[in-house]
Nanobody
Framework: QVQPVESGGGLVQPGGSLRLSCAAS????????MGWYRQAPGKQRELVAG???????NYADSVKGRFSISRDNAKNMVYLQMNSLKSEDTAVYSC?????????WGQGTQVTVSS
């Protein structure tokens, strides 16, 4: 079993940066595809960025060129570097692990972009 735990959210001004971290327990982490999702108030949850077990990444069009996802299998960690943040990036960000077709979700961390 894999249990993701997010950290690193907070309040940041427009144009600023944040790095989110996702710590995932479990010995099978290296075979899991990982993703960051977000949900803003009144909106559906959406995929922000994903990274396969082999390191292939994909991004939502709205964050391409601003966000970067990475993973460290030795530490069971996934990161989301967010730069040039905009007010529309405000949301709860959640980490998801897909391991052998089983989904595991973290509790989420709030990111608020506001002056």
């Amino acid at each position: 079993q894999v249990q993701p735990v997010e950290s690193g959210g907070g309040l940041v001004q427009p144009g600023g940066s944040l790095r989110l971290s996702c710590a995932a327990s479990g010995s099978i982490f290296s075979i899991c595809a990982m993703g960051w999702y977000r949900q803003a108030p009144g909106k559906q949850r959406e995929l922000v960025a994903g990274i396969s077990s082999g390191g292939t990444t994909n991004y939502a069009d709205s964050v391409k060129g601003r966000f970067s996802i990475s993973r460290d299998n030795a530490k069971n960690m996934v990161y989301l570097q967010m730069n040039s943040l905009k007010s529309e990036d405000t949301a709860v960000y959640s980490c998801k692990a897909v391991c052998a077709s089983v989904y595991y979700w973290g509790q989420g961390t709030q990111v608020t972009v506001s002056s």
